[in-house]
């Protein structure tokens, strides 16, 4: 088996948190143990960036107004007002757009933690 650690990012994702919610309540029940949780947690990073990286061919770009950013142990974090986001998807007769007030992003390298 792989040692290779992953980014804990999705954990925060409403799949993550669903996951994460569902484990608290098998932990308190006595169902699981808290080892138990936290390999599941493990192999659910490992899965969703292995995923995610295979499978999402769609990009978007977006045009906004950089309100603040930093970088801190390898991690860009940007907040950006008055966004609009267009998509650009394959298969898309379409190029739809989103506008937010606000939005953070967060983006860290690509290689995983440990990797040259």
Same mark, same amino acid.
């Given at each position: 088996?792989?040692?290779?650690?992953?980014?804990?990012?999705?954990?925060? *994702?409403?799949? =993550?948190?669903?996951? +994460?919610?569902?484990?608290? @309540?098998?932990?308190?029940?006595?169902? $699981?143990?808290?080892?138990?949780?936290?390999?599941?947690?493990?192999?659910?990073?490992?899965?969703?960036?292995?995923?995610?990286?295979?499978?999402?061919?769609?990009?978007? *770009?977006?045009? =906004?107004?950089?309100? +603040?950013?930093?970088?801190? @142990?390898?991690?860009?974090?940007?907040? $950006?007002?008055?966004?609009?986001?267009?998509?650009?998807?394959?298969?898309?007769?379409?190029?739809?757009?989103?506008?937010?007030?606000?939005?953070?992003?967060?983006?860290?390298?690509?290689?995983?933690?440990?990797?040259?």
């Amino acid at each position: 088996m792989n040692n290779q650690t992953y980014y804990e990012l999705y954990r925060r *994702s409403s799949i =993550g948190t669903a996951l +994460t919610d569902a484990l608290d @309540d098998l932990i308190s029940e006595g169902r $699981i143990a808290p080892q138990l949780a936290m390999k599941i947690l493990s192999n659910f990073d490992r899965g969703i960036t292995e995923i995610l990286a295979e499978k999402v061919k769609a990009n978007l *770009s977006f045009k =906004g107004h950089l309100d +603040t950013y930093r970088f801190c @142990d390898e991690v860009w974090t940007f907040l $950006i007002k008055d966004v609009t986001f267009k998509f650009n998807g394959q298969g898309q007769g379409q190029n739809p757009s989103v506008t937010a007030d606000k939005v953070k992003i967060v983006s860290c390298n690509s290689k995983k933690p440990g990797e040259q």
